[in-house]
């Protein structure tokens, strides 16, 4: 039994040493002086290692790595339904702050894995419509168009990608720790300022009001009191649980199909042209609108003109 008792105890110390790391980040993420209560760190391990696995397991179900290139966008429906001209990647490489840090960092590698997100946009237009081998003008149509591509978490290796998405998951889920926090402390400072309005009422009130409004001012005074026993920081590792043992509730993946022609419109089964469904991928959560990602694989970014036009965006961006 002791040597059984040893080896669980070293398995459990060599396990808290490796989750050590997203446990201080998430506690930064929060609120730094939870490092110094009682219950730090243990009692947070079973909540961040659930959020922690999670974000790696989001992060693999990320779509891709799709390359990117004259090739791929000719024959891949689903890059060309991406982009509507191929050079919006470079475009986006180029404005990426992520990616003009990361070339600063490494001016050798001419190759990134990363993130790219973009916002999918539906809209109902006029077009034309072959139907029974008869050319209809003015049908509605809905065309499906992606803008505002944006990449994010480059690195050299898709593997090494990957570990900086989960990164950047885990610290979503964070920040949702945190706004329930703040939402509390948002609250108690309404309650204090609506506290000092009834006091002052009451200090001018006549006595025929004055019992109602100290009676409105005791029931104000306990939920004050609520709410600041609920900002100790004994209550905050229910906020973690809350999020992180329930993280699909707050951070997933959503997959949408949709079968678009060349021009990003929307096939129904009444078109004569039957189209195969593009799958994607939308991230909900991640912010108040959803994005929709993929990994990408950009090669050859040592050409002069992709260099030239790279070197001209910092500048730009730099003034």
Known sequence: MGMLTNLLGMVQTKEMAELMPAIERAANGVDPMLKQTSGYPNSYRKAVANAWEYAHSLASSVPGPVLVNNETYAKDAFIHALFPQLNFVRDALCSSRAVQEYRQQSPVCHEIYALMGMRRVEKTTLGMEVSEHVIRGDVPQNVVYFTSHTIENPAPTEQEARDLIAWSFFDKLVAKVAQRVQARKDEKQSQLQEKDLLMARLRSAKAGS????????????????????????????????????????????????????????????????QTQPVVFNDLVGFDQRNW?????????MHSETFSTRLDNACRTLSR
């Open 210 to 273: 004055r019992p109602a409004l100290q009676e409105e001012l005791s029931r104000l005074l306990s939920k004050l009191q609520d709410t600041s026993n609920s900002l100790d920081f004994g209550h905050y590792l229910q906020d973690f649980e809350a999020v992180m043992l329930n993280p699909e509730q707050h951070l997933r993946l959503q997959q949408i199909k949709m079968a678009l022609d060349s021009m990003g419109v929307v096939q129904n089964q009444n078109n004569s042209v």
């Open 292 to 300: 929709t990602v993929t990994m990408v694989h950009c090669k050859d």
